[in-house]
């Protein structure tokens, strides 16, 4: 085998070049973004105000921002909640906090109050920052909370005053805490390969390397100037894609960030017409949803899109080339697109440019990464060759896999299936407070179990094919159905319950609750669901119920979800 695999230890190495990373223990995520260059463009724009901060106002209102929550009392190693949706202050909240060597803990602001309550005391949180609509439900906790505006124009609002006064440099500190790259800097919430959702505990030393192999990297690998890329956020900055790309990494590019407060088709359209977005990171429906409305109408072409990357869920062969079909501008990772479809176009302009193909080409990327591993994992972009639909790509720099087959414990060759191991500065230090849980996550030496069913191919690209845990991804984000089922148990006329994920053209995967109900119970479907939806956020919200006699369990009591899902599936 070349040199990306070792058959001796079972490893895969990256087949990119080894990126260097910063050696000096003491360094934060927010002195190395800003030790980069910019070109003076805007660092982030609000798209439907035009509201916009600038490269220097952001480093300014950052700095401002950690010196002024050391005055409110936040020491490093706070732990700081961000209950806020996408804004063009998710950054400033984001970065301060880490500046001061405070740590942050962003959530889905539409978690429900039991939600939030968990997850306060789970990670321990000195201080809130949230939106007005938001207020009521963390009130119970009786942390501080700061409002943040959802504008320029109500900063000056008496209730923003704090939040103002906190970025408009009105702090100045001395010296600031001695921050190490060892250093937590953010609990994210997953599940991992099973069990309910826990804290994901990433170092600064996680974000730099993630900044370095996913978003430096990836730039590097394209020939126009990164300074000039205008990218569209819509993914949530609250989960680990958008938050790795948005809120940190891009900002050490110099890009500017164009931010939507809230999915809606036509205003990504407009904004991306408006603003000449070249880079639009997805998750799979946003692309059904992308390409559902281009076909509906001849008003946009996108013109100005260069790249789309999509991960975080599976991407059918149906849903790429229904989109790739309503770009006539398309480059395609894809050999047959590209001869079909794109020829014809990129010779005409590449003769009238003189520029080489690649420079002019439009790249749909397929990415894969984790909580876990801080978005670091696999990148399919290579243009050189053009491979099939599916594959997610080459492992990401620096990193080391194996594919391990879960009953006999072998490293599997290429062209061999069975779970990926991951291992690199991207990975997490492991779960908060849970030894356990860690333990079985990631081994002595280091190697993260993903809980992904992958192989790789005699040219080193990998292909999932399955998931041995027991997540379920509704449009890319995580559910953990044993969050799910502890909701369910409470229920007083359910004596036993199960959730499992079913395919779903819109959404990828929904939840679906197998229900056993207490004799006499006439507990309708409707009326589950409903007491679900009010104790969880939106995106978690049980899709349908099936009614059954038992839930197939272990002699131990543990859910065999496998068997779950098969007589799930026979039932619906
Ligand atoms: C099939 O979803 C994420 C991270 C997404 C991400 C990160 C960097 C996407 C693109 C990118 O460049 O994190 P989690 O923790 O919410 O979910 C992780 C799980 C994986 O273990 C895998 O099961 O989400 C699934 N997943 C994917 N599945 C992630 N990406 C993919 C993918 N195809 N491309």
Redesign the pocket.
Known sequence: YPNWYSPETGIYYSKHVSLDLPNDPFLDTVSFIFSHRHNGASALIDSSTGHSISYPELFSMVKSMAFGLHEMGISQGDVVLLLIPNSIYYSVVLLGVLYLGAIVTPLNPLSSVSEIRKHIADCDVSLAFTVPEQVKKLQPSGIPIIEVPENMKDLKHVCFSSFFNLISGSFDLLSRPVIKQEDTAAI?Y?SGTTGVSKG?VLTHKNLISMVQL?VRFEASQHEYSSSKNVFLAVLPMF???GL??FAIGLLSLGSTVIVLRKFDINEVIKAIDKYKVTHF?V?PPILTALTKRLKGSSGSNLQSLIQV???????SRKIIEGFVQTLPHVDFIQQRIRFCVIEPLLSVQTRKTGRPISNLAFLL????????ST?????GFNTEKFRNYSS?GLLAPNMEAKVVDWNTGSSMPPGSSGELWLRGPAIMRGYLNNELATLSTIDKDGWLR???VVYFDQDGYLY?SD?L?D?I?YK???IAPADLEDVLMWHPEVVDAAVAGVMDEESGEIPVAFVVRKIGSVLSHEAIMDYVAEQVAPHKKIRKVVFTDSIPRSAAGKILRRQTRKCLTSKL
């Open positions: 994210m997953s994901v996913f989960h680990i894609y790795s790309l990171p998750v990357s999509c991960g975080a869920a599976p991407l990327v397929l990415g894969y990464g984790m909580t876990e978005a670091v994992g696999t990148r997610i993903t809980g992904d999932i998931r845990k997540i991804k890319g984000f995580q």
